[in-house]
């Protein structure tokens, strides 16, 4: 068992950035595939981006492509999702997912889930 715990959102203007971490309390966290999800009110979560255990192979959405990097720290039980030139439309609850085995973009795939931590964008 894990837990995942997101911070690190907040209110920012359009074209600025902000980096998410979820911190993650496990032994085996550096075998986990990781995943960053998001949710606007009245929409269903929908997939942001994927790690896997090693930090090598990442898949992002078409929509955040270019503009948001996932990564992650082994030694510090962290991954990151760093987002620049922010839009509107990234308004939403961010949330951090975790699965034992490869990664993946669908919700059902993912064992563990983070509360989320909430991304304004203005304008």
């Known amino acids: 068992q894990v837990e995942l715990v997101e911070s690190g959102g907040g209110l920012v203007q359009a074209g600025g950035s902000l980096r998410l971490s979820c911190a993650a309390s496990?032994?085996?966290?550096?075998?986990?595939?990781m995943g960053w999800f998001r949710q606007a009110p009245g929409k269903e979560r929908e997939f942001v981006g994927a790690?896997?255990?090693?930090?090598?192979?990442?898949y992002y959405a078409d929509s955040v492509k270019g503009r948001f990097t996932v990564s992650r720290d082994n030694a510090k039980n962290t991954v990151y999702l760093l987002m620049n030139s922010l839009k509107s439309e990234d308004t939403a609850v961010y949330y951090c997912?975790?699965?034992?085995?490869?990664?993946?973009?669908?919700?059902?795939?993912?064992?563990?889930w983070g509360q989320g931590t909430q991304v304004t964008v203005s304008s």
């Open positions: 790690i896997n255990f090693s930090g090598v192979i990442k």
């Open positions: 496990g032994r085996t966290f550096s075998t986990y595939a």
């Open positions: 997912a975790a699965r034992s085995s490869g990664t993946s973009q669908q919700k059902s795939d993912y064992d563990y």
